[in-house]
């Protein structure tokens, strides 16, 4: 790990995760507009090695059933890859065990961006996991508070009331500039390097969380495709209210996954701008 006195970061930009991540950070404003009715994760991984479990470890959690937007079933057991990956991947035994990965993947990121710089949008704990959970999640209705892998966009949400409407405000696009020039920043040729460096952990992470045969680097694909499917919406946004958060007057909008409406809560120029991102990076992560 670097030293405090160490020389600014490459000028690659941050590794390839912190384009979901950044994304998943934005889906911080979901949590604020839909906090009622988290989703149940399964318990953490305990096992120190992929081998099983340790005596103490929590016990194997019950499948994740899909969504709406989610994949059909049958589409997540399936043992054949549908989209092969892009390069070669480091021996699984190499991996560090889920409950000791931190210090390894901060280590990496550590190369690419300064701690302080990291800390502003991660959760720094328990990171392989919390990024698992978060991009499984983008194409299902919400993303779980609780395990998201990057902290709360900051700031309050912009709306004005007039009349008895609600009505999202352009002001509200501008706490999403940090991320989306973040995401704008990076090389995506590293961000696939830092990725395909701890695949093995990640699809570890995957499979304990309840997809035996499911392939993690298809997830993430599906992911960036729902997301560039995301409808542009002209005129202004009707909110509803009906408890302590926000949700979508439209139930069409309200419908939608929280990938694609992370798409639109960000504003029509910066969602413009994160599609160019993710066909950038969709370009290197399917071949």
Same mark, same amino acid.
């Given at each position: 790990?670097?030293?405090p006195?160490?020389?600014p970061p490459?000028?690659?930009?941050?590794?390839?995760?912190l384009?979901v991540?950044?994304?998943?950070?934005?889906?911080?404003?979901?949590?604020?507009?839909?906090?009622? @009715?988290?989703?149940?994760?399964?318990?953490?991984?305990t096992a120190?090695a992929?081998?099983?479990?340790s005596? /103490?470890?929590?016990?194997?959690?019950?499948?994740?059933?899909p969504?709406?937007?989610?994949?059909?079933?049958?589409a997540?057991?399936?043992?054949?890859?549908?989209?092969?990956?892009?390069?070669?991947?480091?021996?699984?035994?190499?991996?560090p065990? +889920?409950?000791?990965?931190?210090?390894?993947?901060?280590?990496?990121?550590?190369?690419?961006?300064r701690?302080?710089?990291?800390g502003?949008?991660? $959760?720094?704990q328990?990171?392989?996991?919390?990024f698992? %959970?978060?991009?499984?999640?983008?194409?299902?209705?919400?993303?779980? #508070?609780?395990?998201? #892998?990057?902290k709360?966009?900051?700031?309050?949400?912009?709306?004005a009331?007039?009349?008895?409407?609600?009505?999202?405000? +352009?002001? $509200?696009?501008?706490?999403?500039?940090?991320?989306?020039?973040?995401?704008?920043s990076? /090389?995506?040729k @590293?961000?696939?390097?830092?990725y395909?460096?701890?695949?093995p952990?990640?699809?570890?992470?995957?499979?304990?969380?309840?997809?035996?045969?499911?392939?993690?680097?298809?997830?993430?694909?599906?992911?960036?495709? /729902?997301?560039l499917?995301? +409808?542009?919406v002209?005129?202004?946004?009707?909110?509803?209210?009906?408890? %302590?958060n926000?949700?979508?007057?439209?139930?069409?909008?309200?419908?939608?996954?929280?990938?694609?409406?992370?798409m639109?809560?960000?504003?029509?120029?910066?969602?413009?701008?994160?599609?160019?991102?993710?066909?950038?990076?969709r370009a290197?992560?399917?071949?």
């Amino acid at each position: 790990m670097p030293p405090p006195n160490a020389p600014p970061p490459s000028t690659a930009g941050p590794p390839w995760w912190l384009v979901v991540l950044a994304i998943a950070g934005i889906a911080g404003g979901i949590y604020l507009w839909q906090r009622d @009715t988290p989703k149940p994760v399964p318990p953490p991984t305990t096992a120190s090695a992929p081998a099983g479990p340790s005596a /103490d470890a929590a016990p194997a959690p019950a499948p994740v059933q899909p969504e709406a937007g989610a994949p059909p079933l049958a589409a997540l057991v399936t043992d054949a890859p549908r989209n092969p990956l892009p390069g070669a991947l480091p021996d699984a035994a190499t991996m560090p065990s +889920p409950e000791h990965s931190d210090a390894p993947i901060l280590e990496a990121l550590l190369r690419l961006a300064r701690r302080d710089a990291l800390g502003q949008v991660l $959760n720094m704990q328990d990171l392989a996991r919390r990024f698992v %959970v978060t991009v499984d999640h983008l194409p299902r209705e919400l993303i779980p #508070a609780q395990l998201s #892998a990057v902290k709360r966009v900051p700031g309050p949400l912009a709306v004005a009331s007039a009349e008895g409407s609600i009505t999202l405000q +352009p002001a $509200n696009y501008a706490r999403y500039d940090t991320f989306v020039r973040l995401a704008g920043s990076l /090389d995506p040729k @590293t961000m696939v390097s830092i990725y395909l460096r701890f695949y093995p952990l990640l699809q570890q992470e995957y499979r304990a969380m309840g997809f035996p045969h499911g392939h993690f680097h298809d997830r993430l694909v599906e992911a960036i495709d /729902d997301m560039l499917t995301a +409808p542009e919406v002209s005129g202004p946004i009707r909110l509803v209210q009906p408890k %302590v958060n926000y949700r979508f007057a439209d139930p069409l909008l309200e419908k939608l996954s929280a990938g694609r409406k992370i798409m639109i809560r960000i504003g029509p120029e910066h969602a413009a701008r994160m599609k160019t991102v993710l066909r950038a990076l969709r370009a290197e992560l399917v071949r």
